[in-house]
């Protein structure tokens, strides 16, 4: 399969250009707008750079294509590949706001479009382990979620040549944009047949004062009473790959799910308690994704996360953001 990567420079893609490496494709165009940072991804593939992504796909042809970029920019992109009638994967979120996705989900219906968008808890241990006490009748019904993910500083991004993150203008918002939303997905699929009628959010500036936020709640209620908080933040002092916080806690009518940081725990309301180690390095996931991505493709199956999921969360990423500059809770 040839496969073309769009704006390499993005932070994520070292994850696909390693896990691509791996794998039987053939990588036949690398484009970014840094022209170094593109000549320094195709030599290791051995194709050509380009600055310019409709040039390089109109010269690689490729069969499907990894797309990065800069938020603002990413709906064009994808418009682009849309109109050129080639399957792609394009990092979360797609764009600055629900607005900015909502002609895309039109453009997928029409064209009927293969677009995968990398909600990669959807691979995760903890996704198995939840669908394995479904299976077995064990989970019983949600009651109340917490999510706590805390990612290095905001210097990383620079140094990762992804500055632009801390542009609003460029990224729409910083932690809640950029790391809830894989939460806000999980929190979604939880509460399946549950609507959020809800969400109150506060965003803060405090530790490191910068444009955008640096540490973030959302907190999603139902109207029967379920309560899913988001914590994310840059807030862990170390930039080293790895080194971060996750902590997941559900609440269920038939028992209580603990994660932290690779610990696994399950408590029933029977008395029986399961412990293990499990794997909580988001990196870890993104070959999961890559693989069956692709995998989905050519057996002709819908992606694990379409343009549509991704709006659904960015519906909420808005209502977030609505919910910190008006200081009060939004109601949807």
């Known amino acids: ?46 194709c050509k750079a380009s600055v310019d992504y409709k040039d390089m796909l109109t010269e690689a042809r490729p069969d499907f294509v990894f797309a990065f970029g800069r938020h603002r920019d990413m709906p ?8 050129q009638k080639i399957p792609f994967a394009m990092e979360k979120p797609m764009g600055r706001s629900a607005s900015e996705i909502e002609a895309l989900c039109a453009a997928v219906e ?5 677009i995968a968008v990398p909600f990669v808890f959807r691979h995760s241990p903890i996704q198995a382990m939840l669908d394995e006490l479904k299976s077995a009748g064990e989970f019983g019904d949600l009651t109340n ?35 809830a939303v894989h939460f806000l997905d999980f929190s979604l699929r939880l509460l399946e047949a549950n609507s959020v009628s809800r969400v109150y959010a506060v965003p803060s500036h405090r530790k490191y004062g910068i444009a955008v936020e640096d540490f973030s709640t959302v907190v999603l209620s139902t109207n029967d009473g379920v309560v899913c908080t988001v914590e994310t933040g840059y807030a862990y002092p170390q930039d080293k790959a790895h080194l971060r916080h996750f902590e997941c806690c559900l609440t269920t009518t038939k028992g209580y799910m603990e994660i932290r940081d690779g610990e696994y725990a399950w408590a029933s309301h029977d008395g029986s308690r399961v412990e293990k180690k499990i794997d909580t390095d988001t990196d870890n996931f993104y070959p999961i994704f890559i693989r069956k991505t692709l995998d989905d493709l050519v057996a002709g199956n819908r ?8 709006f659904k969360v960015m519906k ?13 809770v939004v109601v949807l």
Not at 11 to 18: F, K, N, P
Not at 76 to 83: F, G, V, Y
Not at 303 to 308: E, I, L, T
Not at 317 to 326: K, L, P, T, V, Y
Request: aromatic share 8%; proline share 5%.
């Open 1 to 46: 399969m040839k496969i073309a990567l769009i704006e390499a420079s993005h932070w994520h893609a070292t994850l696909y250009i390693d896990a691509l490496a791996s794998m039987d494709v053939r990588i036949v165009g690398v484009s970014d707008q840094n022209p170094v940072v593109a000549a320094r991804v195709a030599a290791r593939f051995g």
């Open 76 to 83: 064009a992109i994808a418009a682009h590949l849309i109109k």
């Open 110 to 114: 029409i064209e009927n479009a293969f």
């Open 145 to 179: 979620a917490y999510f706590r993910f805390i990612a290095g500083p905001p210097s990383r991004y620079p140094k990762a040549d992804s500055a632009w993150l801390l542009d609003p203008e460029e990224s729409g918002g910083g932690c809640t944009i950029n790391l």
């Open 303 to 310: 992606p694990s996360a379409s343009v549509g999921e991704m």
């Open 316 to 328: 909420l990423i808005d209502a977030a953001f609505r919910s910190g500059r008006e200081r009060q």
